[in-house]
């Protein structure tokens, strides 16, 4: 959600709701003509999603481009038609929507043609607006750069982009005056924020782990871990996900806590020395398959990927997502969340079901609250989801499994509970369940590592210090090494506010001596300046 939404004393929150509920039924009515996809972004920009106005707006755009198309082909010869299963069914929504008669069609191609391209327009200015509103400038002049070639005389694009590059310049020198490096001024100016919020019409079952999904991970983690559990950990926030886990008994240190092998991994390196389940090393355990070039680590690895995603992954192409996640660091891991979704909506499909009810994912919590914020892409975000999607057989406009707010509910899940690490150029993102039920703590009672030096494999969990039964186990979800202002922000992004953990709290405090204000000082201005990432940028 972003802050560009209007006033609700100019557009009241019921018209709001009516605007958007008839929008829905219109995409579900018509989910081929491109207006109705148009009609619902500019409804969700109004209201401050501009991250789904985007997707929105995107899939606008796909329908025209395929429009656009046909009718260059028509106007030569009226049967003409593309080899393309959705073109048709466009084709009819847009003329059918427009009472067009056969006998005036060739007239109406020429006047069709134009009011299409105004469609592509508007696509492009939605697009262009939220991501201005997501702070992606990077993305918002690139989306903008090709909106001026095909409207070269458009006033609109033109001052859009002008405003979109002198924002894009403005961060790199706030980001050079900090004397950030290299690395931190690429990730910023090439990434947006939105902040992480349930939307008005989703349930908690969408967002959060469901009574039945914390049931089973319960007795998974039971099986799993001989000395912790999962049990009720309350919240000072009044969380409706409050669990944790615990010491079943009295726990030494050195002592393993838990291994937890997930094939929802990936990893920026192609070169076949890679399981394509786990991404762990391929030793001798090496199992090849006779469908396709795809290898794994063992038979358990072949066995888990062939039961939930290999077989409606096979024998396709999806070398386009090798360059994009090569932009993947230890630290900052999102360019490889594409990869595990593509695991995630393959499972989705070949099992038939909804994303968010997949195995996997239901166990996951998204961390919404009111100061959380997520990285924002219009690659990883939208053109990404879309593509696999398409690849894999959907039909994105008619399956309402796949709507755009539940791919990015999708991606805030992974994005919130994945784990990585990094070994040379090399780096490893997994998705494992039993593990996001530990809960974050700056001076942790336990520490997680992938089993294999290079990533991949199981993630084991091992006792640091002694613990006493009863007591709940922290880990750390960032490097305890940084200093309180460095953890800060990577803290924030997980948990969705300010971390109140003892040692940052005395940390805190001893800066704050330093500086003659209080810890609380520091904690409102941190508070500030996660708010300004997603303030409002179209003024």
């Not at 001076?443 to 007591?471: C, E, F, H, M």
């Amino acid at each position: 959600m972003d802050e560009g939404k209007i006033p609700e004393i100019l557009m009241p929150p019921e018209l709001m709701k009516k605007c958007l509920i008839s929008d829905h039924q219109n995409i579900r009515l018509s989910p081929y003509d491109p207006r109705a996809w148009l009609g619902r972004a500019g409804t969700l920009l109004c209201l401050g999603y501009g991250d789904l106005a985007i997707s929105d707006a995107y899939r606008a755009l796909i329908l025209v481009e395929i429009i656009l198309q046909l009718l260059e082909l028509k106007k030569g010869n009226h049967d003409a038609d593309l080899q393309d299963p959705i073109a048709s069914k466009v084709f009819s929504a847009v003329t059918a929507r427009d009472h067009m008669k056969k006998d005036d069609l060739q007239m109406d191609l020429d006047e069709k043609f134009d009011i299409i391209k105004s469609f592509e327009h508007d696509t492009f200015i939605i697009m262009a607006t939220g991501l201005l509103r997501m702070t992606a400038f990077y993305d918002g002049v690139k989306v903008l750069e090709e909106a001026q070639k095909r409207f070269p005389t458009s006033k609109v694009i033109m001052t859009l982009l002008v405003t979109m590059l002198t924002r894009l310049q403005q961060l790199e020198e706030e980001c050079i005056d900090k004397l950030k490096s290299a690395e931190y001024i690429q990730r910023e100016v090439t990434r947006g924020r939105v902040r992480k919020v349930a939307y008005p019409w989703i349930v908690p079952g969408e967002y959060t782990r469901s009574k039945n999904a914390i049931k089973k991970v319960k007795a998974s983690f039971r099986s799993a871990s001989a000395n912790s559990e999962i049990a009720s950990a309350p919240q000072d926030d009044d969380s409706i996900n409050a669990y944790g886990v615990f010491a079943r008994e009295d726990i030494l240190k050195g002592t393993r806590l838990l291994s937890d092998m997930s094939v929802y991994s990936a990893t920026n390196v192609y070169n076949g020395q890679f399981c394509a389940a786990c991404c762990g090393p391929i030793n001798d355990g090496r199992v090849s398959m006779d469908c396709c070039d795809a290898i794994f680590c063992s038979s358990g690895c072949q066995k888990d990927a062939m039961n939930n995603y290999h077989r409606i992954l096979c024998g396709k192409d999806f070398t386009w997502m090798e360059d994009p996640s090569k932009k993947a660091t230890g630290e900052f891991s999102h360019a490889l969340v594409p990869s595990l979704m593509l695991k995630i909506l393959a499972t989705a499909v070949q099992q038939n079901t909804k994303p968010l009810r997949v195995t996997c994912v239901n166990t996951l919590d998204a961390g919404l609250g009111k100061v959380a914020l997520s990285s924002f892409t219009f690659f990883e975000n939208v053109a990404a989801p879309s593509k696999i999607l398409q690849s894999l057989g959907v039909d994105i406009f008619a399956d309402v499994r796949f709507d755009t707010w539940i791919l990015q509910m999708l991606f805030l899940r992974l994005e919130n509970n994945k784990q990585g690490s990094q070994t040379g150029k090399q780096i490893w993102c997994g998705l494992n369940p039993l593990f996001t039920m530990f809960n974050h703590d700056c001076d942790p009672a336990a520490n997680w590592y992938a089993s294999n030096k290079t990533g991949g494999g199981p993630l084991k969990v091992r006792a640091i210090r002694d613990i006493k039964k009863g007591d709940q186990i922290f880990v750390s979800y960032v490097d305890v090494s940084f200093t309180e202002e460095a953890r800060r922000k990577s803290v924030q992004l997980y948990i969705g506010k300010i971390c109140e953990c003892t040692r940052c709290l005395r940390e805190r405090e001893d800066a704050a001596e330093g500086m003659n204000v209080t810890a609380s000082d520091i904690t409102a201005v941190a508070d500030g300046v996660m708010s300004e990432l997603t303030l409002n940028s179209s003024g």
